[in-house]
Every structure is written in structure tokens, then in C-alpha cells.
């Protein structure tokens, strides 16, 4: 018998197969390009519950879930706090809810069509808004960093080249 894992949402939970769960942490971790520890904490905060355990207690991890964790991948640079990024799933859960199929609905967590109207979907849609806003000034922020980050990377090269071409000490 399976061990029993954390306490899921249930909403999310009634969506999942856990039939579907086939990946170990190990994999979904290089998958995705995030350390082991990373997803454990996720689990440990709440924002990553895997869809199954085995029968030795590894946490399994069906596509929805590694799409799930390949969202909040992308939003860690971003910087967003776990509150925040709590949040940001939320709202796209509530926007993908329509969605029954569970490879349209992987698909879906990573970019949700909002295309059903509503009062609910358009505060959804707003709020998805602010967030997208925050992200482009964090994405902003990042890019600021990236261009400091070259001009070291040059600098760097500029004296390798500069100590491969002058003569040593000992040459004078």
C-alpha cells in the first residue's frame, strides 16, 4: 500500500490520476533543471504536492505536475514570494479549471486560455494582469543584472588575453 503524502488542495487532487504518476523526484528535478531540495520545499510550503507515492514511500510526479513545477521555475528569478506565487497559481487554477483533459490541462497551467467571459474571469483576468506587470519590472530587473554580469564575463576575458599575451616575469 502506497504511503500516504501531504495534504493536497482538493481541488487539484480530484483533476490528477495518480495512475498518471510516473516520474520520481530525481527525474522531474534534472527535467526541469531545479535541485531536489527546491521541490521538496515547495512541497514542504504547499505549492507542489506529488500525485502519488510509491510503494516505497518516493514521491511519483504525473506531467501535470511536472508542468506545474516548470511554472513555478519560471517564476523563481522573478522573485516572487511563496505568498505571491501561491497566489499567482491559484488564479491560473481558477482560469484552466474548465479544462478535463489532463494533457490539455498540463498545457494549460503553463499557458491558460481565458477565453470564457465573466465578472470572475475578468478579476482573474486583472489580477493575472498585475502579476504579468510585476514580472515584466522583475524581468527588467534581471536584465539589468545580466548586462553587469556580461561586462564582467568581458573584462574577464580581456585579461586572460591580456596574460596569455604578455611575458612573464621570469621571461624579462
Do not use: C
Not at 133 to 152: H, I, P, T
Amino acid at each position: 500500500m502506497p504511503a500516504p503524502g501531504p495534504t493536497a488542495d482538493p481541488a487539484r487532487t480530484s483533476a490528477r490520476s495518480p495512475s498518471a504518476a510516473t516520474l520520481q523526484i530525481g527525474e522531474v528535478a534534472r527535467r526541469v533543471d531545479l535541485s531536489i531540495r527546491t521541490i521538496r520545499h515547495w512541497e514542504e510550503v504547499g505549492l507542489v504536492t506529488p500525485s502519488a507515492r510509491s510503494s516505497g514511500g518516493f514521491r511519483l510526479y504525473s506531467e501535470e505536475d511536472v508542468s506545474l513545477i516548470r511554472l513555478l521555475r519560471f517564476m523563481k528569478p522573478l522573485d516572487l514570494s511563496l505568498d505571491q506565487m501561491r497566489e499567482l497559481l491559484q488564479i491560473r487554477e481558477l482560469l484552466t479549471a474548465g479544462t478535463a483533459n489532463p494533457t490539455d490541462r498540463a498545457d494549460a497551467l503553463v499557458w491558460p486560455r481565458t477565453s470564457e467571459t465573466g465578472d470572475d474571469r475578468a478579476l482573474l483576468a486583472a489580477q493575472l494582469a498585475e502579476f504579468a506587470d510585476l514580472a515584466d519590472k522583475r524581468l527588467e530587473k534581471l536584465r539589468g543584472y545580466v548586462a553587469e554580469v556580461e561586462e564582467f564575463v568581458g573584462r574577464l576575458r580581456d585579461e586572460v588575453r591580456e596574460g596569455m599575451s604578455s611575458p612573464a616575469e621570469g621571461d624579462l
